[in-house]
């Protein structure tokens, strides 16, 4: 939360290219990554051997997303609004289109899939959601699944997909404070609404021809919270 430098700011922003730079250079981005060279602060990168290679596709839905419409204090829907920008969009497509890759795992600062909440996801953008599935159906990218945060919650939610399958979004935070009063309604979660402070992990056993992928919960002392629940067999 509050990751660009304000909460829940988007295109609107007035030192989002600062703000981008900063996070880059955290994370020892290399001067040479195209990512430098382009507006935002998307990129992607692959892990592994043919046969057992990840594709992790990191998004920026901040840099060009446009504002939320607020309403007696909630967001709500905007349905003309924009998350990824058009020129995001095109390099998403071209990412996923014909990949090679066994495992697609897509970061999204905000939830993808929740629609009951009334804070801050894609749900608050419909058709920009829907935007994702048809693309997730337009590519039939190999087992593709959607990590997020924001919401000082963990849960694990799915959601079957026409044309493509299941997908699922993997919420995990946070590590140093956690929203404990939460008893929210989501109806795609799998498992528990985990209020504790806690961490995601992700295990990908790739023993048998496909890849068995779970995701497990945990607190800072090992202990599970959640977990595992295998999404992949």
């Given at each position: 939360d509050?990751?660009?430098?304000?909460?829940?700011?988007?295109?609107?922003?007035?030192?989002?290219?600062?703000?981008?730079?900063?996070?880059?250079?955290?994370?020892?981005?290399?001067?040479?990554?195209?990512?430098?060279?382009?507006?935002?602060?998307y990129?992607?990168?692959?892990?592994?051997?043919?046969?057992?290679?990840?594709?992790?596709?990191?998004?920026?839905?901040?840099?060009?997303?446009?504002?939320?419409?607020?309403?007696?204090?909630?967001?709500?829907?905007?349905?003309?609004?924009?998350?990824?920008?058009?020129?995001?969009?095109?390099?998403?497509?071209?990412?996923?289109?014909?990949?090679?890759?066994?495992?697609?795992?897509?970061?999204?600062?905000?939830?993808?899939?929740?629609?009951?909440?009334?804070?801050?996801k894609?749900?608050?953008?419909?058709?920009?959601?829907?935007?994702?599935?048809?693309?997730?159906?337009?590519?039939q990218?190999?087992?593709?699944?959607?990590?997020?945060?924001?919401?000082?919650?963990?849960?694990?939610?799915?959601?079957?997909?026409?044309?493509?399958?299941?997908?699922?979004?993997?919420?995990?935070?946070?590590?140093?404070?956690?929203?404990?009063a939460?008893?929210?309604?989501?109806?795609?979660?799998?498992?528990?609404?985990?209020?504790?402070?806690?961490?995601?992990?992700?295990?990908?056993?790739?023993?048998?021809?496909?890849?068995?992928?779970s995701?497990?919960?945990?607190?800072?002392?090992?202990?599970?919270?959640?977990?595992?629940?295998?999404?992949?067999?």
């Amino acid at each position: 939360d509050h990751d660009f430098g304000k909460n829940d700011a988007g295109s609107e922003y007035e030192f989002k290219d600062e703000s981008r730079d900063l996070m880059f250079e955290f994370l020892d981005v290399p001067r040479r990554s195209p990512a430098w060279q382009r507006k935002g602060g998307y990129q992607s990168y692959e892990f592994g051997e043919s046969g057992k290679k990840v594709k992790v596709i990191l998004l920026d839905a901040r840099y060009f997303r446009d504002g939320l419409v607020r309403a007696n204090g909630l967001y709500e829907k905007n349905w003309r609004g924009t998350i990824l920008g058009e020129s995001q969009w095109s390099w998403l497509e071209q990412e996923l289109t014909n990949s090679d890759a066994d495992l697609h795992i897509i970061s999204s600062g905000i939830q993808f899939i929740a629609t009951e909440h009334r804070f801050e996801k894609w749900d608050n953008f419909p058709k920009e959601r829907q935007r994702m599935l048809d693309l997730l159906v337009k590519t039939q990218p190999k087992n593709a699944f959607f990590l997020s945060g924001d919401r000082h919650i963990s849960e694990i939610a799915a959601l079957h997909v026409p044309g493509y399958g299941m997908t699922y979004d993997f919420t995990s935070s946070g590590m140093t404070h956690s929203y404990t009063a939460s008893t929210e309604y989501n109806s795609f979660r799998i498992g528990k609404l985990v209020t504790e402070k806690s961490y995601g992990l992700i295990n990908i056993d790739w023993s048998g021809d496909e890849p068995n992928v779970s995701f497990m919960i945990r607190r800072d002392d090992d202990k599970e919270l959640d977990g595992p629940i295998s999404i992949l067999k």
